[in-house]
Structure formats: C-alpha cells, structure tokens
C-alpha cells in the first residue's frame, strides 16, 4: 500500500487553513493525526491533490477550563488527553475511556478531533460524550463560533454537520452535576469497539434523581436512551431492583438499533448492550 501523490499544507491560523480550503475545494481534505483519512488514501477509498494538516494551529489546541467548562482542543491527541492532569482532576472518566481507545501508535497520533469528525460508528468518544452532553465548537475562517450538542453533530456514519471549509475547533463539557458518577465501558473483538456504553447517576437521598445512558458502536450512531432513563430515574438506590435493570438495558438495547455488521449480529449486539447497560450503570452507584 502506498500513498498516492498529494501536496501538503501547513497553515498556522484557522483562517489560513479556511482559505486553502475555498482554493482548493473539493480537491482538498483537513487532517490532522491521518490515522483514518491517511489509510483511506492508502487504500484507494479517497483521493485528494491537497491535505492540509491541522496540527500547527494553535487554536485547536490544548486542554484548558473555562470556568466549571472543560475545553478540550480538537487537534490534541488521545494520549495527550488520556496523560492530561487537568482531565483526571475534573473528569477522570473520560481519561480512562481514552486510554482504552485503540493501541498506543494510534492514541499517540490520532486526535478526539478526528474521531469526532471521521464519525466512524464504532466511536468510544462520540458515545462518552453524549453521557456527559458535550458540546462542540465549529469555525470557519474568522467567522463566528457555532456552538452544537454532540447529538447534533454527530449525523450518521462517516457524516457529521460540518459545513464546507469548516472545522471542528474544540469539544466542551460543562461541569457534571453535583454528586454526579459516570462510568464508560465498552466490548471488543477486533480494533474498533463493538459495543460502547457511557453511563451517569446523580442519586439524592437514596434515590436516582439523574441516570443518563448512552450507547454507541452498535447501530448507525450513538445514542441516549431516554427510555432506559425513565426507567431508572426515581428508583431507589439501596439493593436496585433487578427488573429496573433489567428494563432499562431492554430498553437502551431497543433505542440503539443494533444493525448487524463485522463485528456481530443486530440480535448479538442487542444482548451486549443489555448486560453492558446493567453492568455499567451498577458500576456508576459502585
Ligand atoms: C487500528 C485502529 C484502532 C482504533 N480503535 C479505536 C477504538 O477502540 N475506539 C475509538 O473510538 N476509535 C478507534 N479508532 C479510531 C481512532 O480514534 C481515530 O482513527 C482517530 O482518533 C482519528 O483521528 P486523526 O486525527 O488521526 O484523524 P484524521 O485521519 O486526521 O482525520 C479523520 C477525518 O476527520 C477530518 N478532520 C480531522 N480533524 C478535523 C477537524 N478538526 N475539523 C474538521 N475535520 C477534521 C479529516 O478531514 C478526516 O476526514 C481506531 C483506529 C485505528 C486505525
């Protein structure tokens, strides 16, 4: 396999990267780590005179609070986020589910941007995110910030809300809710998860006043479940009974819309979901 000829850029501004973009048009593709969009060129799948890489704009960079906000760069790298001291202080969560993300060589180059923005089903982030309701910044040039939930901008398989020429420049999440416990947990076969489940709890005496489920890399793209959270939400805490459990993984196994691909079938994957739901949001009271 080798990579077909291109011309590469290096913009230092998000407004230099936005012009080349309008230059060169449907000719030219943003990357930043290239773990999916280099192997895709590889095998021929895409094909692009001009890459323009991310990677020295400033702006996508870093991981920074902003208040009770965390901003999270959309260039910076899965084991920048996995070893960032600021995430395991605020949201330890999340650097645990980034150190379960593929292998070390792609964590140290693959970037929570381009997963995002690749929109591989088979996402961990995407669906840890929607536990947490992140959102996501989007810019092109000098224009003005979009600010969209991750809901929104994650569409479909390989397809977000990006507009032409812009860019994914940050993911925020807010501060969870005082009390709040959330657990991600996934199940794999081969380098993509199988199954992916993000879950919260916010108990106020003895009682679930918060559950938040959300699942993801079994159907066209991640979900929350609210049914399953209606389920839990308002149930008592000590010894929680086995058949809300129960229901809320039916449930959440139901709202994700299991389809069958390479790594099972639609019915296996419904069952996974079931017993990683049950496990999972156990794991959040633990
Ligand atoms: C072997 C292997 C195992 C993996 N296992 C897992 C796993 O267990 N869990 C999981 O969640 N993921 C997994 N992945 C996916 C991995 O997380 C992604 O490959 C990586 O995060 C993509 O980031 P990148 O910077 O390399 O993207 P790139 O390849 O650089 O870009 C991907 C796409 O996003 C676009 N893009 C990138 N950044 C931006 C931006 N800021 N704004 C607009 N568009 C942008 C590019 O144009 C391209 O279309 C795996 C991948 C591999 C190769």
């Not at 990006?162 to 807010?174: F, M, N, P, W, Y």
């Amino acid at each position: 396999m080798t990579l077909p000829p291109f011309e590469l850029h290096r913009p230092e501004s998000l407004e230099d990267a936005t012009e080349l973009a309008t230059r060169y048009g449907e000719d030219a593709a943003f990357y930043c780590g290239g773990t999916e969009l280099l192997l895709l060129l590889k095998l021929g799948f895409a094909s692009f005179g001009h890459l323009i890489d991310l990677k020295r704009i400033e702006e996508l960079r870093g991981v920074r609070a902003e208040n009770g906000t965390l901003v999270l760069g959309a260039a910076v790298s899965h084991r920048d986020l996995e070893r960032s001291q600021l995430l395991h202080e605020r949201l330890p969560a999340m650097a645990k589910m980034e150190r379960s993300v593929a292998n070390l060589r792609v964590r140290e180059v693959g970037t929570l941007g381009g997963n995002l923005c690749f929109s591989d089903p088979h996402s961990d982030p995407a669906t840890f995110l929607l536990a947490v309701d992140a959102e996501v910044e989007c810019r092109r040039g000098e224009g003005a910030a979009r600010r969209l939930s991750i809901a929104d901008f994650v569409v479909g398989p390989y397809q977000t809300s990006l507009q032409d020429g812009e860019l994914l420049t940050a993911v925020r999440i807010h501060a969870l809710p005082e009390g709040a416990s959330v657990v991600h947990a996934k199940f794999s076969f081969h380098e993509r998860p199988t199954a992916t489940v993000a879950c919260l709890a916010r108990v106020v005496d003895g009682v679930l006043a918060e559950a938040r489920v959300a699942v993801g890399s079994v159907g066209a793209r991640p979900v929350r479940s609210r049914s399953a959270e209606e389920a839990l939400t308002g149930a008592p805490v000590d010894g929680l009974a086995g058949d809300v459990l129960s229901t809320a993984g039916e449930r959440a196994a139901e709202d994700a819309a299991p389809v069958d691909d390479a790594t099972g079938s639609a019915d296996y994957k419904a069952q996974l979901v079931k017993v990683l739901v049950e496990r999972t949001f156990r794991e959040t009271l633990a």
